[in-house]
Nanobody, 126 residues
């Protein structure tokens, strides 16, 4: 079956960096667009970043632009989120998600993603 397993979360101080990974199995990774979402305590899950099936198109939310970058390694079936200069308000559970698509564009819509991981906790202290 399809599995998405996030790793790399942890407790860091404001200004620090983390690199999240999402290892996938049970799907043909190169046929899927991928995304990162997050859910802070008491808030709804929100979009963070997305990449299309071949890595040729990426999109990061404005608040993280210039600090976060999304990438993928198709031979390794793995998705990444590099997060630099982290802020306390970015404390959340971070989820990776997969959408079956070989279109060039990315998607910010949660409903477009059919597979989700269990999440990894990122805590940023001030």
């Amino acid at each position: 079956q399809v599995q998405l397993v996030e790793s790399g979360g942890g407790l860091v101080q404001a200004g620090d960096s983390l690199r999240l990974s999402c290892a996938t199995s049970g799907l043909i990774f190169s046929l899927y667009g991928m995304g990162w979402f997050r859910q802070a305590p008491g808030k709804e899950r929100e979009f963070v970043a997305a990449v299309n099936y071949n890595g040729g198109s990426t999109y990061v939310i404005d608040s993280a632009s210039g600090r976060f970058s999304i990438s993928r390694d198709n031979p390794k079936n793995t998705l990444y989120l590099q997060m630099n200069s982290l802020r306390p308000e970015e404390t959340a559970v971070y989820y990776c998600a997969a959408r079956r698509s070989t279109l060039g564009r990315t998607s910010t819509r949660q409903d477009d993603y059919g597979y989700w991981g269990q999440g990894t906790q990122v805590t940023v202290s001030s």
